[in-house]
């Protein structure tokens, strides 16, 4: 008998396997716009009818990082789906945008049925948390990549009405920045994260008294927040101007890209509690603040600015949704490209 494709490396009955796995997955999060299901060539769906004079279609692709070798190196897979779709949905958000449905693309060596389906769970999950649909995807064998690592791609595709996009046009000095609580780390600065625990030879069930007693793994695989249905309402209820996804590069990266010219967003750190996570890792890698701050979110997931007559009725909303906000700064006048500082 001749050569296979699955002598080849690729399991096409293991890919089928996992189709099957995950279709229970995707089914709890259909929204009625769906018009096809799971296991297609494309998902379909429609916008939705009557509830949109001039919609406009938002998009977004993000990725996990390298908090995946943290997740596989810890045996546990059920959680980094969520932060895949948080990435996405989040940036989405700032646009004031809805997330309408998600794709996601899974690449291995080879196809552990099991491990693929509990990270499609986690997607699954992220996509309920959201409220949008998980349409389709791709699960690819790359036969010769390392063992059981993968890694992860999603792409999001959201609406918001046109005359209610936020550009951040009508922001202006004198108005309010306010944070909104991450629930750690997040999934950005892993690196920087991997490389801190290497040279202090910390390993992932070490338990720092820093740390509450939880395992150092169970604290950076805590899922990214993912903030949809707490900033629509938001949105809903109070002028929301521009919004900020802290991501890659913090606060002075990201909050500037919501900012017109001529101001810069002034955060005052004493405003806001700075997670337990990030002064441990701040003191175990010897890291100064500045690299914190353009690194790690330091406490602040999203951003939004009000103007000062709206920042009660926005934190007591977000407080009673679950969602801790504070109001950790202000927009000043400046000169030049925008920008985003952090005083301590």
Known sequence: MGLTYKDAGVDIEAGDALVERIKPFAARTLRPEVVSGVGGFGGLFAIPPGKYREPVLVSGTDGVGTKLKIAIAAGKHDTVGIDLVAMSVNDVLTSGAEPLFFLDYLATGRLDVDQAAEVVRGIAEGCARAGCTLLGGETAEHPGAHGNEYDLAGFCVGIVERSRILTGASIRPGDAVVGLASTGVHSNGFSLVRRILSDARVPLDARP???????VAEVLLEPTR???????????TVEVKGLAHVTGSGIPGNVPRCLPEGTRAVLEARRWPRLPVFDWLQRLGGVSDAEMDSTFNIGLG???VVSPAAVTQAVSLLAGRGVPAWEVGRIEASTGEPMAVVVR
């Open 209 to 215: 008294p820093e740390l509450g007693g939880k395992t």
């Open 226 to 236: 993912i903030y949809v249905k707490d900033v629509l309402a938001l949105i809903e």
């Open 302 to 304: 999203m951003v939004a």
